[in-house]
């Protein structure tokens, strides 16, 4: 069975796993770069409920959020990567900027973000859509001197550009 959900069916699936008791979390974000930042969040989000939702920022996303040199993985290699992850067991890919029209769909039970966002500096849309469909919102720490930008800048440090 495929981890890959189609951002189509959210609303039907979501509505299934409710029914079935399954706590749902959902996070979501471009994870470029997967490091050890990353799999320590994922898993720590996975921990706050039976099943993880990865909603992952397309290219287009990607390249509005971050600039024309990002992506560096594509999408569909970005979601694999994610996917072959044990604490996630799905992922979606999503266009926009914000991920409220999938909050709207799947109105997860838990939703996280990183460390690098506090209560104050969440999109005001995706956090009235939270707060509409009752999910708890949890900030979780990072890990220290771990970044996909800070990656990148050592990289580009070790060839001298």
Same mark, same amino acid.
């Given at each position: 069975?495929?981890?890959?959900?189609?951002?189509?069916?959210?609303?039907?699936?979501?509505?299934?796993?409710?029914?079935?008791?399954?706590?749902?979390?959902?996070?979501?974000?471009?994870?470029?770069?997967?490091?050890?930042?990353?799999?320590?969040?994922?898993?720590?989000? !996975?921990?706050?409920?039976?099943?993880?939702?990865?909603?992952?920022?397309?290219?287009?996303?990607?390249?509005?959020?971050?600039?024309?040199?990002?992506?560096?993985?594509?999408?569909?290699?970005?979601?694999?990567?994610?996917?072959?992850?044990q604490c996630v067991d799905?992922?979606?890919?999503?266009?926009?900027?914000?991920?409220?029209?999938?909050?709207?769909?799947?109105?997860?039970?838990?939703?996280?973000?990183?460390?690098?966002?506090?209560?104050?500096?969440?999109?005001?849309?995706?956090?009235?859509?939270?707060?509409?469909?009752?999910?708890?919102?949890?900030?979780?720490?990072?890990?220290?001197?771990?970044?996909?930008?800070?990656?990148?800048?050592?990289?580009?440090?070790? !060839?001298?550009?």
């Amino acid at each position: 069975m495929s981890k890959n959900l189609d951002p189509q069916s959210l609303k039907a699936w979501s509505e299934d796993i409710r029914q079935k008791g399954i706590k749902l979390v959902l996070t979501n974000g471009c994870f470029d770069l997967l490091h050890v930042g990353h799999v320590r969040y994922l898993e720590s989000a !996975r921990s706050l409920g039976d099943a993880l939702l990865v909603a992952l920022n397309s290219d287009v996303s990607v390249r509005a959020l971050k600039g024309a040199q990002r992506p560096v993985n594509n999408q569909e290699d970005r979601a694999e990567v994610i996917a072959a992850l044990q604490c996630v067991d799905y992922v979606t890919v999503f266009d926009s900027l914000r991920v409220t029209e999938i909050i709207r769909r799947v109105r997860p039970a838990v939703y996280t973000k990183g460390g690098d966002y506090d209560l104050g500096t969440l999109d005001p849309e995706e956090v009235e859509a939270l707060q509409k469909v009752g999910t708890e919102i949890r900030i979780l720490p990072q890990v220290p001197d771990r970044s996909t930008t800070k990656l990148i800048d050592r990289l580009k440090a070790t !060839r001298g550009g």
